[in-house]
């Protein structure tokens, strides 16, 4: 399985980008999908995951009214929305597949199998 982020770049603070992450070799039907974040000299820390079939979703409290996770079956691509960006947002970006049988709401990193590569999202003040 291969997840390839992208999306990220540099944006002022109030703006917004949407990240995708799209899976190779497996589809994400039946799964809890994920995005992390790790900021510099950070953990890497939840932010938003989806369950696959059901489309439920869960947010952290940090960015909760923010930010939108979505998937495109067709496209077997998973999305986060990020609306009024703050600095404090700046981090590298990850999807992550959760492991069989976790339920939407597991923010625990390692719950998720697979990972993609990570993408930066920048926010200036």
């Known amino acids: 399985v291969q997840l390839q982020a992208s999306g990220g770049g540099l944006v002022q603070a109030g703006g917004s980008l949407r990240l995708s992450c799209t899976a190779s070799?497996?589809?994400?039907?039946?799964?809890?999908m994920g995005w992390f974040r790790q900021a510099p000299r950070k953990e890497r820390e939840f932010v938003a995951s989806i369950r696959w079939n059901s489309g439920n979703t869960y947010y952290a409290d940090s960015v909760k009214g923010r930010f939108t996770i979505s998937r495109d079956s067709a496209k077997n691509t998973v999305y986060l929305q990020m609306n009024s960006l703050k600095p404090e947002d700046t981090a590298v970006y990850y999807c992550a597949t959760g492991r069989v049988g976790i339920v939407v709401t597991s923010t625990d990193k390692t719950k998720y199998e697979y990972w993609g590569q990570g993408t930066l999202v920048t926010v200036s003040s």
């Open positions: 070799g497996r589809t994400f039907s039946g799964y809890v």
